[in-house]
């Protein structure tokens, strides 16, 4: 119940959701859950709330992570070169799924995240993702050199 009454605060932006589905079995491989953005002044009683209403009910159903780096203070929090860190609190390894609690962190506010997935198989999605962005990014260079050697031949 800890758990309703906490998100509940704004229940419209309680959490989006990103589910991944892998066609054309549809099998289900990640579900991510994104909190609602906390700013820097409400960080320590409105995330602190968030995160143990969050993590009473995944040790409830789950028990206790394999991995626990506890809530972090705000300074402890690092934040990335574009602006944006994500940063793991709590992992469980259930079967063959993962299940980790992050917050994700900006300049001025912070966000809890809940990630649910199949390592092996979001791996390879990855990895066919990244594969499929060197691709265009390289035939999009190679346009671009086309067209400038076009232009340098009118000259």
């Not at 909190?35 to 820097?40: A, K, L, T, W, Y």
């Not at 809530?71 to 574009?82: E, H, Q, V």
């Not at 066919?128 to 232009?151: N, V």
Request: charged share 25%; with cysteine; proline share 3%.
């Amino acid at each position: 119940m800890a758990f309703q009454k906490v998100f509940s605060m704004k229940r419209e932006s309680l959490l989006k959701a990103n589910v991944n589905y892998l066609s054309p079995k549809y099998i289900l491989y990640s579900v991510i859950l994104y909190g609602f953005s906390i700013d820097n002044d409400d960080y320590d009683i409105l995330m602190q709330n968030q995160y143990n209403a969050l993590f009473s009910v995944v040790v409830e159903k789950y028990g206790e992570p394999w991995i626990n780096n506890g809530f972090p203070t705000l300074n402890s929090l690092k934040i990335g070169y574009d602006g944006f860190y994500t940063q793991p609190l709590c992992i469980w390894k259930i079967g063959k799924k993962m299940i980790e609690i992050h917050i994700l962190r900006g300049d001025t506010w912070q966000e809890l995240n809940l990630f649910v997935y199949l390592p092996k198989i979001f791996k390879k999605v990855n990895q066919q993702y990244h594969q499929e962005q060197k691709k265009k990014e390289l035939e999009k260079k190679t346009q671009e050199l086309e067209t400038a050697k076009r232009g340098a031949d009118i000259l």
